[in-house]
């Protein structure tokens, strides 16, 4: 399948890529997707659909997971990087926020940021500032120990050490995970932030109704293929996207939890 993301240029594109971990485990099976350069696109699935294993296999961390590439590429800014170790790949301006935002708990918030701009030492204190100027909350708590932060500020330094090193895109893994609404809508408003100063955004979400409304455009992966690729707003509309990730039904009523399992466990978008 050819992505379709838009018209413009992708920064970031993925063509028909498979993932295997382990010699044995297939698990992308020719993956296609591109990013255009500026733009925040979505990536929505569920538990296990693959999503992580596309961004390790982008950001050339699945050596690490015993995986491997078998097929297909990747090309940043025209270039392709799929051969590429993860440290030529950062130094080209891909950063990966990782889920479950690994932080160094024993290190203070400065210190983490610190950790994450591999520049020049005047080009540091300006992106500290800079960071700090986005995340104000971070600088209350310039000297305060990372681990004992909250869960939404420990994602802010997450994205924050990020930053650092000013990347051209930013792939952020389940950003809103665990946290509580209000939050998520700060984490949202910061991705529109970022993303308004320059920044591509590859957002891997499983908080659908946050990813959609501010992407331009999104994917739907499920068992390692990508099942649905449409401009974010049409998204919103499927019926399918709707009931699945949404949780409602043709007629706008909130379908309970329960329902909505029971949907997942049903529902198959390939058959
Ligand atoms: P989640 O949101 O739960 O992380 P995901 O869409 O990101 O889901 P992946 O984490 O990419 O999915 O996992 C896709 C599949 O690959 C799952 O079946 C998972 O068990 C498997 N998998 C992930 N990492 C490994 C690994 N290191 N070795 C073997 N299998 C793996």
Redesign the pocket.
Known sequence: MRPTASVASPILSVSNLEVV??DV?Q?LKGVSLAVPEGKIVALL??????????L?AITGLLDV???EITKGSVTFAGRPIHHLPPTRIAALGIKQVL?GRRIFAELTVEENLRVGGHVAAKQLRTNLERVFGLFPVLAQRRKRTAGYLSGGEQQMLAMGRALMSEPRCLLL??PSLGLAPLIVQQIRDLIVEINAGGTTVLL?E?NATMALSIAEHGYV?EN?KIVMDKPAKELLEDSDVREFYLGLGAEGAAKSFRDVKHYKRRKRWLS
């Open positions: 971990y382990d485990i698990v699935g569920a538990n296990g659909a693959g999503k992580t294993t596309l390790r997971h015993e995986g889920e893994d389940e891997v499983q992966m390692g």
